[in-house]
């Protein structure tokens, strides 16, 4: 199955060209045998058959005078698809992207990740078809599925490991329920061609912030929810660890909590301090009316003095952890998302004010902090530009060129 | 000055065939059209050259029966020579090694960093001649001096910044004093023709660790000396943060000791709470006689019963802060090294024991926490290997191959 060392330095050249182009770095012949040293003669044979493959197009321009301009070559975006999808603890969201991650149709929808993963995988099937049909597209056309899950996963299998929720998930292999027939289980579409990336959901958001602003190669993104969890972009890659299990800050101990028992069993840790359900269950004990997240975002929004203090002092505690890892990781950026961070004002202020406090001047400099500009969109924007570099790589382009007829 | 896209497309190549010899995965110049795709011919003409300019070695072995068994190529060691610098506060170890890290002749020596960077250097080039007039070499055998100093670096253009200790040094750009021509300040050595590298010193000597163990991608090198400080391998690089103040750990601040001062002018660091200094200096209020580091080793070696219990508070006071960044980076590898890590039984104990309690049972699960095998090594090894990678890269290559008559 494996393509041969000859063959695969051939598919690295055909993938060199097609990011050349696709980033708009070479955009033309000429340029590319310039930024790659082949010969003119090398560049036409690969060009030709990633046009004839329908993967680049080229346009002639109108003749300017009496001479010619060089025709110009760009990506065909839409030679394949994507499916991008986000999966939360109660709700996903899925998007049919092109190769340059434009949506073509998204939908959000909610969903309980503890039915396990035949009913959750098979919900979400469903909805890349409706999403396909909804963009007039065949399925056949789906080339990647990329999938962000709420838990840890061996990215090299896709294999959920150890979840701390996500019930009956523990060992799963996402990639084999898409692997089958379609034939089984009367599913309608062709996405067993597909190729399946599964990481988790926190570290696609951080891929996503990161393609999203392409300032700095080192990025943290800091999800504050339910819980609290971080993604790790290092040197333009995601950092996830030796088992996967990289960017679990929720669990890292804050200082003079050790009364706070946390879901983990161990006790003091800053998720069960200051994440969200956090929050609400000492807002309910305050006597207000706060079963979760929302109401926490909804108090502070009303003005509640003690939702308030509790929100800022919560952004303390976060920003005391976030110190720590701006001395030992020393990123371009920290960007804060999950529910929680559309309290920007009340809680970045307080993270911003003890990580300038805390962390060596060296670190933060020119450390930007802020808030998501993608939102809740992070994920699948994440997940669709994980599986564009995947369809662009020596591998990927491979399966791309040899698309079943 | 800058080598053309064709021309570096030449050393790519030429650098690809170095590193498969160099590290033994293709031996020979089938292998190498095998793993590499070329033809048979451009393997021989690329090959050739690398032979006739000294940095391939061809052994036709003896005929076996009737047949002739093929050659075999390795890399020629000896061809370029290493210069590897490991610059501490008050001390120095430079060694000569040759493109594999055998060292030639190695030396240690006491020196004040605070000195400012023109003695200091001075020193390390006479230093150097003289390991060179030991092993019988030219100094123009030297195509790459690495160097770790003890303060933060800007590794791209080998600049010094902000640094707490190294007086004299801030926005030193080390390269330039080796740059000058040797007729100035009568030096007699030809080192201005070798790239020079420089990094933090924490840096090298986690790449050393690294380079030595060969098992995982992600690796953590913490320096318990007087201070407390870590170098990053992630996925098999050094990461060195934006700014280069990556790992600057001793100034995390730990749980419950904000009555400590620490010299950044926080308080409750680590480093001043934990770090060697920090030990002496309660030692010797206690009323022991502890000047520094050195005397804290003494005194628990002599079986010092203040001194060990305070040794093994500091081990759970490090590992409280490094269980934080297990959950966070989820390494492979934590490596212990520094003055204070030869009390390894005593203080590893305690770290340990923090870690695998604090931090999450899956980024637990196969980590592994040692004391530093390479020891006082570590950073001549580190930079050292640097400074290999440097020279059978595409750059590197292309200027051993240029090399001056």
């Known amino acids: 199955m494996d393509p041969s060392p000859a063959e695969l330095r051939r598919l690295a050249s055909l993938s060199e060209l097609a990011c050349l182009v696709a980033d708009g770095s070479a955009p033309r012949r000429g340029a590319l045998a310039q930024a790659t040293g082949l010969s003119r003669a090398a560049v036409a044979q690969r060009v030709d058959l990633l046009i004839a493959r329908g993967l680049l197009v080229e346009t002639e321009p109108e003749p300017v005078g009496r001479g010619r301009p060089p025709a110009s070559l760009r990506l065909a975006p839409e030679a394949a698809l994507v499916a991008a999808v986000d ?57 990647a599925i990329s999938i962000g899950v709420p838990g840890p996963v061996e990215a090299s299998t896709g294999t959920v490991i150890r979840p701390p929720i996500m019930r009956g998930w ?149 920003g005391e952890v976030l110190a720590s890892l701006v001395s030992f990781h020393n990123p371009d950026a920290i960007v804060l998302g999950g529910r929680l961070a559309q309290l920007h004002e009340e809680l970045l202020a307080d993270i911003r004010a003890v990580i300038y406090r805390r962390a060596l001047p060296l670190a933060t400099r020119s450390l930007t902090i802020e808030t998501s500009t993608l939102g809740e969109r992070a994920g699948v924007e994440g997940a669709a530009r994980l599986a564009a570099r995947h369809l662009l790589s020596p591998r990927g382009i491979g399966r791309l060129l040899t698309r079943p007829e």
């Open 170 to 318: 523990d060992g799963y292999r996402v990639p084999e329920f898409f692997a089958e027939s379609e034939g089984e289980r009367g599913r309608k579409h062709e996405l067993h061609r597909a190729d399946v990336l599964v990481d988790n959901d926190v570290n696609i958001m951080a891929f996503g912030e990161y393609s999203h602003r392409r300032d700095g190669e080192h990025l943290l993104y800091v999800k504050v929810g339910t819980g609290i969890g971080c993604g790790i972009v290092s040197g333009g890659v995601l950092h996830r660890g030796a088992s996967g299990a990289a960017g679990d800050i929720g669990h890292i101990r804050l200082p003079g909590h050790d009364d706070v028992l946390c879901h983990c069993g161990n006790s003091g840790c800053v998720e069960a301090v200051a994440g969200g359900k956090a929050l609400a269950n000492a807002l309910k004990e305050a006597g207000l009316k706060a079963e979760g997240v929302r109401d926490v975002v909804r108090l502070v929004e009303e003005g509640n003095p003690v939702a308030l203090r509790r929100v800022r002092e919560a952004g303390r505690q976060i």
């Open 87 to 143: 999966l939360g603890a109660t709700h996903c969201r899925i998007a049919v992207t092109t190769l340059d991650g434009r949506p073509l149709a998204e939908q959000a929808r909610d969903l309980d990740i503890d039915d396990g993963p035949t009913r959750v995988l098979g919900a979400v099937h469903e909805l890349i078809g409706k999403l396909l049909e909804k963009a007039g597209r065949p399925s056949r056309d789906v080339r």
